[in-house]
């Protein structure tokens, strides 16, 4: 049993693996129909994605081209755009592709924002946004087309499953919620 260096009096465990590996399947089975026939490209953005989408290929019935990108997104404040800089950028063509940006949480939204108008630009088939997770309340961006949604979840901070706590914990497969957000 892998130990989880959480503290137990500050976090609860909010998913289980054997949830979490239900709703990917359950996604991919939507993806793998929709995409049947398709030059599908899914492009995940790191690093929190790693294991969702590691799990997401795996269980999708179809074969479709795998890119990431890495962006840093410097806040001003929670309301504003900040700016969202590119450290890994796609090395592919997408143009006359079918592109599906695959997030594991979406929260203000802007870092999506920004990568959905830049690869929207790059004039794909289509593009599309598919996300495990999504916390509509805390959504600052409009007009974020969100295709495929795994769990809608609330406010609190999760943990694991490659969202990190401090850039650790991101190996642990269950999902722990911080009980008292500050
Ligand atoms: P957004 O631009 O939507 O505000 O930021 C999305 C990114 O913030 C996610 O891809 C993820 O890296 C991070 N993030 C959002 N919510 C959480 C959370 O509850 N826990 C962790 N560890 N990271 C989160
Ligand atoms: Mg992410």
Redesign the pocket.
């Known amino acids: 049993m892998k130990r989880t260096g959480l503290d137990e009096r500050q976090f609860t465990k909010a998913f289980s693996k054997a949830e979490i590996q239900a709703s990917v399947q359950k996604l991919a089975d939507l993806v793998s129909a929709d995409y049947a026939g398709k030059n599908l490209v899914l492009v995940g953005?790191l690093k929190?994605v790693l294991p969702f989408m590691a799990d997401f290929v795996r269980a999708l019935s179809i074969d479709p081209e795998i890119e990431f990108v890495r962006l840093v997104?410097q806040a001003r404040d929670r309301t504003s755009m900040g700016t969202v800089t590119i450290v890994k950028d796609i090395q592919l063509d997408l143009r006359g592709k079918h592109v599906l940006i695959v997030?594991?949480?979406?929260?203000?939204?802007?870092?999506?924002k920004f990568l959905y108008e830049r690869l929207k630009s790059a004039e794909p088939a289509s593009i599309e946004i598919a996300t495990l997770f999504d916390?509509p309340r805390r959504r600052v961006v409009e007009d974020l087309p969100v295709r495929y949604v795994g769990i809608e979840v609330g406010d609190p901070?999760?943990?694991g499953y490659g969202?990190?706590?401090e850039e650790k914990c991101r190996n642990l497969s269950d999902i722990y919620a911080l009980k008292y957000p500050n």
């Open positions: 953005v929190g997104h997030e594991e949480i979406i929260d203000s939204g802007r870092t999506l916390k901070f999760l943990v969202l990190d706590l």
